[in-house]
């Protein structure tokens, strides 16, 4: 049993002064991954900030021409939300491919970005994990790795970040606005979530008194070229092997820019931009998103168990772009 206080946070600068407070403060917003943390014993929050009730929901437009996601909107209000799945079809694809419609419901957008591994070691307190217990070990190298990284990783930790909606949020160049006690800063998205190094006890950049108040995405939606592939081991309720969010922008017949960001391979999602920029300027065709693919899984590094995700990425990525080639007026 592990006592725990619980309070509502009147504001936003409730919350932060509360964060900043010290201890093993945490706010809970959906609590759909905290919960299940706790229950695991993997968390032990001393106090409990419930920010569900803060007006953070919204989703409207900036002055930019892009969109503002509300950190405490829900998955599912911003998958079916008119202007998301208008003008960014690419993030309602990849939310809807995450979780399950129940899980959905109540699962918010600040927190799937701080949703943790789902590295089934990290959650069994038994085994040695340097995420949960700096300089424990890692039992997943050696062990039972099918899900795990095959980029980025480090000798102390191969963990994957497991989730969906950062995959597109990351080909798409959101950007997160965050508020702590030295004021509001912003983080783009590429620099929010960390590779493992040897701190894989931290995800993400974000400070301990920040808490996230929305998620901007860019005038550019790619809504007329995209591509969302998640392969996973059951339909759904199942987190990625691989997952692919692929964008084009045509000029002609040839691609003037290229996205993709891959899930399931690396502690982050995965952008290699000069793959991407090798893309520009030339054909849509299988033979330039092979080269694309072997550009991005060139330094890939398998761990026994998941020897079999090298391949099936490289066929994943040339999947979605071809897909995403294929889509509207050039069908
Ligand atoms: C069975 C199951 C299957 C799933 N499958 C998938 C899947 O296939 N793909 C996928 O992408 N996800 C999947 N998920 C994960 C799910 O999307 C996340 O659990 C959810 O998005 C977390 O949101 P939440 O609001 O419930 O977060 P909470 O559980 O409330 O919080 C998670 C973390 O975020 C912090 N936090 C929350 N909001 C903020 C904020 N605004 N600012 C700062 N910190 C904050 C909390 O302190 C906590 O550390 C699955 C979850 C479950 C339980
Ligand atoms: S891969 Fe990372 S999360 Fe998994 S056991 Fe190793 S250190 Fe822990």
């Not at 070691?121 to 990284?149: L, Q, S, V, W």
């Not at 290699?272 to 893309?279: C, F, K, M, T």
Request: aromatic residues 6%.
């Amino acid at each position: 049993m592990n006592p725990f206080s619980y309070a509502r946070a009147a504001d936003v600068g409730a919350a932060v002064r509360e964060l900043a407070g010290g201890g093993a403060a945490k706010l809970i917003a959906g609590g759909t991954n905290l919960i299940d943390l706790m229950q695991e014993n993997v968390e032990r929050p001393t106090r409990l900030i419930d920010i569900s009730r803060l007006p953070l929901g919204r989703i409207e437009n900036t002055a930019a021409g892009g969109l503002r996601l509300g950190a405490l909107a829900t998955n599912a209000e911003t998958a079916y939300n008119d202007k998301v799945v208008n003008r960014y079809p690419l993030l309602a694809r990849a939310i809807l491919a995450g979780a399950s419609a129940q899980l959905r419901n109540v699962a918010t957008n600040g927190g799937n970005l701080l949703q943790r591994t789902r590295c089934l070691y990290f959650y069994d307190i038994a085994t040695p994990c340097n995420k949960r217990e700096p300089g424990a070990g890692c039992a997943a190298i050696g062990g039972i790795n099918r899900m795990h990284a095959l980029l980025g990783a480090s000798e102390y930790c191969i963990a994957v970040h497991p989730s969906d909606m950062c995959v597109a949020l990351a080909a798409l160049d959101a950007v997160v606005q965050v508020s702590g006690s030295n004021g509001e800063r912003s983080i783009p998205f590429d620099e929010f979530h960390r590779l493992p190094g040897d701190t894989p006890q931290l995800d993400t950049n974000l400070r301990a008194d920040e808490i996230i108040t929305a998620i901007d995405l860019p005038a550019e939606g790619f809504a007329d070229h995209y591509a969302y592939l998640k392969v996973r081991d059951r339909k759904s309720y199942a987190f990625a092997l691989v997952s692919v969010a692929a964008a084009l922008r045509f000029d002609g017949d040839t691609i003037a820019e290229a996205r993709l960001a891959l899930g399931g391979v690396a502690h982050k999602p995965w952008r290699d931009r000069s793959a991407e920029a090798a893309l520009h300027g030339k054909a849509a065709s299988v033979e330039n998103f092979h080269r694309a693919a072997d550009a991005v899984l060139r330094d890939a590094k398998a761990y026994g168990g998941n020897d079999f995700k090298i391949v099936l990425a490289r066929r994943a990525i040339v999947r979605a772009l071809s897909h995403a080639a294929r889509m509207g007026s050039r069908a």
